[in-house]
């Protein structure tokens, strides 16, 4: 049996000697020390700075519409980008697991037989046949930990992988919310039109009604009529505009355009007027997925600076054989043919020309530019989540003072029309006030609907309620 001459590379002297050197072994290059990123105690909008935080909640508890939360949980499903991100994922996993191979001994096999007939020589005319078979193993002795340094760059890249995918699904709950609110906010709009042609027609007919009297000039007729047509010129545009929206929203969840029906309809904005805490940013840059990418892929980048740094050093390798070599095949089973070795070998570096160094160099500025990436990372975070929260608070006072407009504007289309009916007012009274009514409330309904797209950017930009202790490890598989 092969495990017969196998016994001398067991020896318990081999053995120790092996664990000596692998106790002694070290890793080159310089370890990886989490960045402390300078970032302030508060955001700058945030007048009411805590721990808590509205990304440390599921996205269903922020988005509580059924309408929205089904289109989302369709996207999470069915989104092409979400399944092209999670085949990434794999790929990076399958990568980490192929470097991960390289610590451990590859062991082989290889074998021959050949037969034939000698026509020179002393044993002219006769006919022999010779075979052999071998099990090898090749075994790296990771010294200078260059192969531990490997393990630690691929990994921290199929982190960096898993975090994008992590980001994908922030952007997309985002960017389905976004839409979703946008589409109501076209509802509304088209709402609104309809009430602004309806109402430029009321004042038409009772127009005409006085011209046909009368009472009334041509002049006040052709007014009323072209305001009426004019705000019905805008209804088709904004149908325009919920098709395209709607097509979005079913891009986004993976199928083909389609109507999104049914669907709710945008509120005034008054259930956003409390208080929804952002958080620290020091909470913020340990949730948000793309800076946590960013930090995975500056891990990766200092270990390839150890990796470039082994390469100065002397590989040194392990070999084994064992196996059966017989001049003639049908002894290769009796056991008259064994053959084993055992062997080590080592290989280093003396004049490269200046490319190890080279390569070192290179290494150190991938690093500086992963750390600047990061740094850069912070900082946008930090002002996203800046430009939504003024965003927020700017909007809820427009929108207060756009309300007061358009009840004002009310009143004076009502008074007017009062006075017209009493001929104590013109025409141009009631057409000036209705025509000052119909911008008006369509800017009422865009803020309205700038209100909760910025919750969803601040929600966005905050991390999307990913937290660390929300989510499962990504090296499960590995």
Known sequence: ???????????PRILAAAATVLLAACTVGPNFENPDPNVPGAFRGDSNASSESIADLPWWKIYREPKLQSLIREALSNNQDLRIAVSRVEQARQIANQTRSLAL??????GNAITGRNQAG????????????????????????????????????????????????????GEIAQAYFELLELDLEKEVSIRSRDSF???????????????????????AEAASAQAAAAIPEIERLISQKENQLSILTGRAPGPIQPRGTLS????????????????????RP???????????????????????YPRIGLTAVAGRVSPDLSDLTDGKGNAWSVGANLTGPIFQGGRLRAGEARARAAFDEARIRHEKAVIVALGEVSNALVARQKFAAARVEQERAVAALNEAVSVSSER???????????????????PTELNLARTRANQYLAVVGLYRALGGGWSPGAISSAKEGL
């Not at 049996?1 to 020896?11: A, G, I, Q, V, W």
């Not at 005034?268 to 949730?287: E, K």
């Not at 200092?302 to 100065?312: L, R, T």
């Open 420 to 438: 017209y009916a009493a001929g104590r007012a013109s025409y141009f009274e009631i057409l000036d006030s209705q025509l000052e009514l119909f």
């Open 105 to 110: 001994p590859s062991v082989g096999y290889s």
């Open 268 to 287: 005034d904005g008054s259930d956003l007027d409390r208080v929804i805490p952002a958080g620290l940013p020091s909470a913020m840059v340990r949730r």
């Open 1 to 11: 049996m092969f495990t017969n001459h196998l016994k001398p590379m067991l020896d």
């Open 201 to 223: 027609q009321k004042s038409y007919d009772l127009f005409q009604t006085r011209l046909e009297g009368g009472i009334a000039s041509k002049l006040e007729t052709s007014r």
């Open 122 to 173: 002393t044993a002219f005319g006769k006919s022999g046949d010779s075979g052999s078979a071998f099990v090898n193993a090749v075994w790296e002795v990771d010294l200078w930990g260059r192969i531990r340094r490997l393990n630690e760059a691929e990994l921290a890249r199929y982190l960096a992988t898993d975090e994008a995918r992590r980001g994908v699904i922030v952007s997309l709950v």
């Open 290 to 312: 793309d800076i946590r990418q960013s930090e995975q892929l500056l891990r990766a980048a200092n270990a390839e600076i150890g990796v470039a740094i082994a390469e100065y």
